[in-house]
């Protein structure tokens, strides 16, 4: 497809060429890494429900912080000193937060063995009265506003989960404290807080529930058991708890029974407990699991909970069999058949220990079902709660070893259990409707519908003239990828749909399609953001916003669709818009805005978006330092294939000079082009610190073959590299490639089939394809294979289906090749990409007589090398190699001596001292 022109707004012209010419006639400083300390981002963005206030968090890069807390009528500023977590009161009457240790206190703490605890602070927002608690952990406004709860930390000298628990009715201005509280949750109706008490000898524990706003204090149940998993059910007084039962010597595990009581503070307040003992359907030797909150459903007639298997203590008489046995290999077994295999059964170790079959109780029968069939499966509870489905990938555990995961779908009638199989073979499954009545998935390249009561699967999409499936996805699975839903309209009869730039209103059953959204005729990618957080469904009667994204121009705004279907573009910039939020009771909207140039900001903006105002001015000092440009460049591949890259200027460009450049790379990077990014030591590979280093930065798309990700990088590579080239800002002579982790492999793999670099930085990269195909991701336990064929690496195959390929497409069979001087770098715990990919290539470039290959490995470090002191020794690295490479600098004694193992040794001696 051929490109339209890269357009800018005549204003945008304006402000770019005048801004580049004042920057270079007054030749400004470029940042340097003693700069970089002062450069702020910011964090958890609230802005209060009445859209008076706005509370966001601020963090250097020299890692200190603050909570600012602005007015957005009188713009007055406060800030709180590591204020985190800020919370607004529903009525914007208050706000709480949290208070952290600084850094380096915390670097104290953890010296001396010491615990890390918060304080929290409320302020009336009017008055600017503030309260300081000491020691919370955690604290929660009532839904009302006018009520919150500050927990503390337990005390490390008791065994007791317990901590204090003050209760503030902030309208009337009392407060209580309440001991040994070792969890607590607000009923959304009315001013109740449930509590489970938690003693070091259990003879006080029980569950208590107090009315903040009478002053009331209510023992619901006391016993010496644990209470916990506190459950209210939404908009009603209806509360659940797990409660242990007493242990029986022959069982590892704990039981619990379930408490369960309705319309709490009536008269005809009931409460109701569960026990599996004599439970029909209930299986022997199963417990109510500990890990899974009780759900309840909306009309309270259900609590939903899991269950697990008991453990067994092991007879003493076996226990003494055993030791007489002696010691027993602790040998690992991995068979063929597994569809998890070890390592993964391993790593997912805790969390599947903790899933459990998911069963119903039912309240007015008081009867028991077993809903969940396998834990390995999902489990999904329709609306209504008259339905459930899960999925089945056994047929299809072959596929789903090796990155071709299918399912098919049953369908559990909640009041029967009667399970039927209502899909085959399917993988995008959206389940849940409002109505509860229709399953929706996709297949092939259209949706489908299946009605429950009906019995019948009706094709959504059947004969509109759009594609909903992703047809550029290049990746090679059998079945393409939907651009997936909006969502489902809260009165179940339509449901929202995305094409590749539009968004569809299609009725439930089938009757009527509407495109909502014109963006096709633009390019311009709409897609529907729900602005409210607690909704589940989308709401026809209201306006509904929009994301938008030029995917060509790299545009991005918002636009809205009135109820009547009128479309309303809001606001669409040549700049990165982010973070759309509204106050919850009034149309005010906060959204971020950022380019590369223009640090990242919030402004506020009023229904019109007509004139949105900048509320925060993070990094102001940016305009006493030169800073580069960013340019979205058209280009062709060596193949001929039409794609973009995202170009960015060094600081203080003077046109009448040629420049080196670093290209970076990995997939599509594009999307990106606007991005402002803070230049740190601690960020790898960061755009600003190179900029200011005075480089280009050229970072080009690549769109891959299936069977050929080399051979794809290669032809982008060169021919965006080329088009700069020819256009006489770069020195040649002085271009650098880096990448990591998949772009490492790019950048390893590159040197080996083109000359045009004069160094490469390849961090953490796959060097071997026939090696890394059989290798292990140790994080997740995952093999490579799926990841392999179907994933990032797009090789469709085994090697020994496709042998050429793989030694095509591979770095190590053309390391003979490699002239190119090549710095690589591994953490030596990569749970990613095996380590011994870099132990390999080094290996190989040595017995190839390559003398300008450096392998440097990090102690300790995972895929993403995360150690600061690490990191900065990295880029410290990254920097030499590109200075003396590019810009012919003198080379830094490792380059050209290396480290010895004695030289080392040395200096981890000073260090310690």
């Known amino acids: 497809m051929k490109f339209p022109p890269v357009l800018l707004s005549p204003l945008l012209i304006i402000f770019t060429t005048l801004g580049f010419q004042n920057s270079h006639a007054q030749n400004k400083p470029a940042v340097t890494p003693e700069d ?76 001396d063995k010491k615990p890390i605890q918060n304080k929290a602070e409320l302020l009336e927002l009017g008055t600017k009265t503030k309260r300081s608690f000491d020691k919370i952990a955690q604290f929660a406004f009532h839904d009302n506003g006018r009520h919150l709860a500050l927990k503390s930390y337990p005390s490390e000298k008791s065994e007791s989960k317990g901590a204090d628990l003050l209760v503030l009715n902030l309208q009337q201005g009392s407060q209580l404290n309440f001991g040994q509280v070792s969890e607590f949750a607000w009923s959304e109706k009315a001013p109740l807080i449930a509590m489970t008490i938690s003693t070091a000898s259990k003879t006080g524990n029980g569950i208590q529930l107090f009315n903040s706003e009478s002053g009331t204090l209510q023992m619901l149940d006391a016993a010496e058991s644990d209470y916990s998993q506190l459950s209210w059910r939404e908009e009603a007084n209806d509360l659940a708890v797990l409660k242990t039962r007493e242990k029986n010597d022959t069982i590892e595990t704990l039981d619990h029974s379930i408490l369960a009581w309705t319309s709490l503070q009536n008269t005809t307040s009931e409460k109701k407990t569960f026990l599996a003992d004599g439970k029909s359907r209930f299986p022997n030797n199963y417990r109510v699991s500990e890990y899974k909150k009780p759900d309840w459903s909306k009309d309270g007639s259900q609590i939903f909970f899991e269950i697990q298997p008991h453990k067994f203590i092991k007879k003493k008489e076996d226990t003494e069999k055993s030791k007489e046995e002696g010691k027993k290999s602790d040998v690992q077994v991995w068979h063929s058949k597994d569809l998890r295999i070890f390592p993964r059964q391993r790593s997912g170790n805790n969390r599947n220990s903790r899933r459990g079959l998911l069963c119903s109780w039912k309240l007015p029968t008081n009867e028991f079902l077993q809903i969940g069939t396998d834990v390995q499966e999902d489990l999904t509870i329709l609306e209504g709660a ?131 959204t014109k963006g096709r005729e633009k390019q311009i990618i709409h897609r529907f953001q729900e602005l409210d957080p607690e909704a589940d469904y989308i709401d026809l009667s209201n306006p509904l916003y929009c994301r938008l994204t030029g995917r060509y121009s790299k545009q991005s705004g918002y636009a809205r669709i009135l109820p009547n279907r009128k479309v309303e573009q809001l606001i669409l910039e040549d700049k990165y818009l982010s973070q759309l939020t509204k106050a919850e009771k009034v149309d005010r909207f906060i959204f971020s805005a950022q380019s590369f140039s223009e640090s990242h900001n919030l402004f506020l903006s009023e229904e019109s978006f007509q004139s949105p105002q900048q509320v925060t001015h993070l990094n102001a000092f940016l ?145 071997n394809f026939l090696s890394f195909m059989g290798s292990i991701h140790w994080n997740p336990g995952l093999p490579e294979v799926d990841h392999w064929e179907t994933g990032q ?18 770095p190590a069979a053309f390391v003979h090749k490699l002239k190119t001087p090549m710095l690589m770098a591994f953490g030596d715990k990569d749970g990613v990409v095996d380590w011994h990919q870099g132990v390999e290539f080094y290996n ?70």
Request: proline letters at 4%; zero cysteines; hydrophobic letters at 35%.
């Open 386 to 516: 008259k339905h459930a489905v899960e999925t089945d990938i056994k047929p299809y555990s072959f596929g789903a070893k090796f990155g071709r995961p299918y399912q098919d779908l049953y369908l559990i009638n909640l009041n029967s259990g009667q399970r039927e199989k209502v899909l085959d073979k399917v993988r995008y499954v959206f389940e849940k409707s409002p109505d509860g009545n229709h399953i929706l998935y996709f297949k092939g390249k259209d949706y489908f519908v299946y009605n429950i009561r009906q019995k019948s699967h009706l094709n959504l999409t059947k004969g509109l003239k759009v594609s909903f499936a992703n047809e550029e996805y290049d990746y090679p699975v059998e079945q393409l990828p939907p651009f997936f839903i909006a969502g489902w309209a809260k009165d179940g009869k339509n449901v929202l749909i995305n094409d590749q730039y539009d968004i569809w209103q299609i009725s439930s059953d089938g009757s009527k399609a509407t495109r909502l």
């Open 623 to 767: 305009n006493d330092y030169a800073w580069g440009k960013s340019e979205l460049v058209n280009f062709k591949s060596t193949s001929g294939k039409e794609l973009q890259a995202a170009l960015y200027y060094p600081a203080n460009y003077d046109p009448s000079r040629k420049y080196p450049m670093i290209v970076y790379t990995y997939e599509i990077l594009t999307n990106q082009i606007h991005r402002f990014r803070v230049p740190s030591e601690r960020s790898l590979y960061n755009f600003s610190s190179f900029t200011s280093e005075g480089y280009f930065v050229l970072a080009p798309d690549i769109v891959y073959r299936a069977g050929d990700p080399g051979v794809s990088a290669v032809e982008a590579v060169e021919g965006a590299v080329k088009h700069i080239v020819d256009r006489g800002m770069v020195n040649e002579q002085g271009i650098g490639l880096v990448g990591h982790s998949w772009g490492g492999y790019q950048a390893t793999y590159i040197p080996t089939q083109t000359d045009i670099f004069a160094a490469s930085v390849a961090g953490a990269p796959i060097t």
């Open 844 to 913: 190989f470039a040595r017995r190839a007589g390559n003398e300008d290959f450096i392998l440097l490995v990090y102690p300790g470090e995972d895929h993403g090398i995360a150690g600061e002191e690490h990191r900065k020794d990295y880029n410290n690295r990254i920097r030499d190699w590109f200075a003396h490479h590019l810009k012919k600098e003198a080379a830094a004694k490792w380059i050209i001596e290396g480290v010895s193992f004695k030289e080392r040794e040395e200096f981890l001696k000073e260090e310690k001292k």
């Open 36 to 111: 970089y300390g002062q450069f702020e981002s910011f964090r958890q963005t609230r802005i209060s429900p009445d859209g008076q206030w706005l509370a966001f968090v601020v963090v250097k890069v020299n890692e200190e912080s603050e909570l600012r807390i602005k007015n957005l009528s009188t713009n007055q500023i406060d800030t709180v000193k590591y204020g985190t977590n800020p919370t607004f009161s529903d009525d914007s009457k208050w706000l709480a937060y949290q208070i952290t240790p600084s850094e380096k206190e915390k670097e104290k703490l953890q010296k």
């Open 793 to 810: 690496a797009r090789m469709g195959a085994p090697y020994w289906e496709d042998f050429e390929a793989h030694v095509r497409n591979s």
